[in-house]
């Protein structure tokens, strides 16, 4: 029967053979009907045609063949872009391909799962762009055996060495082959598709990049090609799942096992522990002459964290020992990148430095492990003198840093993390003053470190006392304080210097026309805190007309001439004539300058009135309504004058009436029209009739409506009393005058 199997294809051979030679058709190209002579350059010929291989498998288009076709014209030239047409009696083909440049027209051919002998033919054309005829044409032909498939049998998985396992370490890349073979002991066809998967790392192309787990490789003369990248993790670490890479076709396989080493190390980590029975408790302190066994413990990792083994490492201290003999030794790490030795500290307390080196010393790192003294018996501060700060902002020293130091009962510093509070105990601290940025109301929390605890002092916007209390519990829960009161917070340098003078009857009398008043500056700086006393004012006054005089300098915190004296105020006087009351005059006030950086303040201020006397008149004295008036009007005047007697000008005067109606009149009323007729304003003798300087003029007219009607038969007129009340602008000054309104009931009065 095996042998009727394999003569099978042969017949079928023979048989379409015989039919090709039968029905082929004479391979030179007749002359197209209708067409004249063909010029060669127009003749098209297929000279070569071939397929690679001549025999595929029925393998649903896994193996294919390669059919190429070379066109040439009449001259032997390489035609290109034209288009070559295929067909075949069984499987599949590209049917219609164009030439290249070198005229060949390259397709490909399958099996569509029927087994057999192909004949596949290539047809080319050269058709006529104006007739649409045939000019030239060629067919030729060529077979492609479609043979059952040989089962596969093996197949062979390689490396570049047979090490089993197959060591590599991390991110390497090697290039991995697989080789198989049919029943036949035969090599697979070309295009054979061979899978390669793996459980740790990955493939990848020439250029590096990711393909995944599983790719799919076509064999070439027999093997599948593939680039196997470790990945990053190692499996030389206990526990680690080994690493397994397997070529394979259906239930076909071969696998290889792969360590994966670590690579160079990369970082060291050094922790402490402490054994307390079975447990390690990691910890970086102890005490001295503890029972407890103390280990340092170097751990070694790759860029990848994969451990590193039988890597060596040197440990280091300069207090203890290691092993209760060396300050050094030196040893190799297990399994899982860690090398561990005993610690002693031994009786001395203090901070030992550990440290590990490994990878040449090109690694290294260190821990502090603090062997701890006694139990905490005192807390002072370091700085017993007197701490000065600046208002934050002002270009002094806004902040400082207190310290106190932690000891036991024989004085040695507490070595081991103790916590300390610092807290603010003013009952009202200075605005914006805090430690290490925290709110005035909490206390900070720190943490000491060799024996020290500190904290930083900042300034804010107040000056003032600042009063810190470091506070901290010993283990019996006793409480332990120390208080430091004597940290002054100075007012920053002058930033606002504000002029003033005062006010209204608060002369003194110099006699000879001359008053005596407080005047002065109000010096602060960027935040209104007053500055420090002793800072230099001078005065004096701009475009003074009138003849005042003002003392030249103060400084700050002087006394006035009243007895008087105020943070942050330096006092002078002015002196000035009773006929310049109500003037206005300039004051600058300037600080000392400090290097070019003085501060300059200005104020216009008025002169005040002193024990002033103010009189009124209205005339007439009194006003006869008859039938024929309607309004009736009258003047009123006001003197005003200093208690030295001496005329007062420009003084305001507001007036109120309990009848009729403020009149501005032009001429009359002074500062007309800009004034409001109830407002009066002594002259200062630039107008008005003569020498009536201190004189103010106003007018009022009523309505006889205001007054009650009169009794014609008892010949009794209606009388009302108009009043009015003068009052000085700006003081309790006033005086009143009175007019008395009659009206009759005819035009004339009946005496």
């Known amino acids: 029967m095996r042998k009727i199997n394999n003569l099978f294809p ?109 004949s596949i033919m290539a047809v080319v054309q050269n058709i006529s762009e104006t007739t649409n005829t045939v000019i030239s044409a060629d067919t030729a032909r060529v077979e ?69 787990t599983n790719i799919v490789s076509k064999t070439i003369n027999g093997k599948a090609y593939a680039r196997y990248n470790a990945g990053t993790k190692a499996t030389t670490t206990p526990g680690e799942e080994p690493a397994y890479v397997t070529a394979s076709i259906g239930d076909i396989s071969s696998t290889r096992e792969v360590m994966i080493y670590p690579g160079n190390p990369f970082n060291i980590r050094l922790q402490s522990f402490v054994q307390v029975g079975d447990q390690m408790i990691e910890t970086d302190t102890s005490s001295v002459a503890s029972p407890n066994n103390i280990y340092m413990l170097a751990t070694l990792n790759d860029p990848h964290g994969n451990p590193c083994p039988t890597k060596p490492v040197r440990f280091e201290t300069n207090l203890g020992s290691f092993l209760n003999t060396t300050q050094s030794i030196t040893l190799n790490t297990n399994t899982m990148g860690e090398a561990q030795v005993r610690f002693t500290p031994g009786l001395a307390a203090g901070a030992a430095t550990i440290k590990a080196f490994a990878n040449n010393d090109t690694l290294q790192t260190q821990l502090i492990f603090n062997i701890k003294s006694d139990d905490i018996y005192s807390i002072s501060f370091t700085q017993q003198e007197q701490i000065t700060l600046n208002v934050a902002n002002t270009g002094g020293t806004d902040s400082a840093i207190l310290r106190v130091k932690l000891k036991d ?122 500055v420090e006393t002793g800072t230099s004012v001078f005065f004096e006054l701009i475009n003074n007309v009138t003849n005042c005089q003002i003392g030249a300098a103060g400084y700050v915190g002087n006394t006035s001439v009243e007895d008087d004296s105020l943070a942050g105020v330096a006092y002078t006087t002015v002196t000035y004539s009773g006929n310049f009351t109500y003037d206005w005059i300039t004051i600058k006030a300037s600080t000392g300058a400090v290097a070019g950086e003085g501060v300059d303040g200005y104020a216009t201020v008025q002169l005040p009135l002193n024990d002033p006397r103010l009189e009124a008149q209205i005339v007439p004295e009194h006003l006869n309504f008859f039938t024929s008036d309607t309004w009736l009007s009258a003047d009123f005047y006001a003197v005003l004058t200093d208690g030295q007697g001496k005329p ?12 009729g109606q403020f009149v501005a009149i032009p001429g009359f009323h002074n500062n007309y029209p800009y004034d409001p007729p109830w407002q009066i304003i002594t002259d200062d003798g630039s107008y008005g009739i003569g020498d009536k300087a201190g004189w103010a003029w106003g007018q009022i007219k009523f309505h006889k409506l205001e007054i009650p009607v009169g009794d014609p038969v008892s010949q009794t007129p209606g009388q009302t009393t108009g009043v009015i009340t003068l009052r000085i602008l700006g003081t309790n000054v006033s005086v009143e005058t009175s007019i008395v309104l009659y009206r009759y009931w005819d035009g004339c009065p009946p005496f």
């Open 648 to 659: 007062v000008g420009n003084a305001v005067i507001i007036c109120v009436s309990t009848k």
């Open 409 to 530: 009962i024989n004085g040695n510093l507490i070595d081991y993390p103790q916590e300390v509070y610092f807290r603010i105990v003013n009952l009202n601290p200075p605005a914006g003053a805090n430690l290490n940025n925290q709110p005035v109301t909490d206390s900070v929390l720190v943490i000491s470190t060799g024996g020290e605890a500190q904290v930083s002092v900042n300034s804010g916007s107040e000056s003032g006392i600042l009063i810190i209390r470091a506070s901290c519990i010993a283990k019996d829960g006793r409480w332990i304080h120390a208080t430091k009161a004597n940290i002054v917070i100075h007012a920053g340098p002058p930033a606002e210097v504000k002029p003033f003078i005062g006010g209204f009857n608060t002369g003194q009398n110099m006699g000879g026309g001359l008053w005596r008043v407080v005047a002065g500056a109000v010096v602060k700086d960027r935040y209104g805190n007053p």
């Open 144 to 212: 492609v055996f479609i043979d059952e498939i040989p089962p596969v049998e093996s197949i062979t998985l390689n490396f570049s060495s047979q090490d089993d396992p197959y060591p590599m370490t991390v991110l390497q890349t090697t290039e991995i082959d697989a080789t198989a073979k049919n029943i036949l002991g035969q090599t697979v066809p070309n295009n054979t598709l061979i899978t390669f998967s793996c459980n740790k790392g990955k493939f990848v192309d020439e250029g590096g990049n990711t393909l995944g």
């Open 10 to 118: 042969i017949v079928i051979f023979l048989v379409l053979a015989l039919f090709l030679v039968i029905t082929s058709c004479d391979r030179r190209n007749p002359p197209p009907t209708g067409i004249g002579i063909v010029k060669p350059s127009e003749v098209v010929k297929i000279t070569k045609i071939v397929a690679e291989p001549d025999t595929i498998y029925c393998d649903n288009n896994i193996t294919f063949s390669q059919i190429s076709v070379t066109v040439k014209d009449g001259d032997g030239f390489a035609i290109p872009g034209k288009i070559v047409n295929f067909r075949a009696n069984i499987g599949r083909i590209l049917r219609s391909v164009p030439t290249d440049s070198s005229g060949v027209a390259k397709t490909t051919f399958w099996d569509d799962g029927e087994q057999g002998l192909a």
